[in-house]
């Protein structure tokens, strides 16, 4: 995994694909699947949070991923102490800004 105090430039980068990711749990004794689905979601939460914390994807898809809005995840990265400004370019974060302004705009109409 890599190193959070990595640069972008210094990681081995792998194409785009779809990720499956399985583990396995022994030993459980039988749960209710509305649980079993809330775990579930939670584990994909966590494993996307972790891809934002280490940049591996930006915020728009993370919020993509988990199918929330942009502030939903300001909040989730609140939650998992992710500063949305660590480590962001000059043009990363004038794209931040733009999309920021685009949404106030159009919630001021």
Do not use: W
């Amino acid at each position: 995994m890599a190193n959070s105090n990595q640069k972008k430039s210094d990681r081995v980068l792998l194409p785009p694909a779809t990720t499956e990711v399985r583990f396995t749990l022994s030993m459980l004794p039988e749960i209710p699947g509305i649980h079993r689905e809330e775990a579930e979601n939670k584990a994909k939460e966590a494993y996307v949070m972790t891809l934002l914390r280490h940049h591996d994807i930006g915020a728009g898809r993370a919020a993509e991923l988990l199918g929330i809005n942009r502030s939903s995840l300001s909040d989730l990265m609140d939650d998992y102490d992710i500063c949305p400004f660590a480590e962001l370019t000059a043009e990363e974060l004038k794209r931040e800004v733009a999309q920021a302004m685009l949404i106030l705009d159009k919630k001021q109409k």
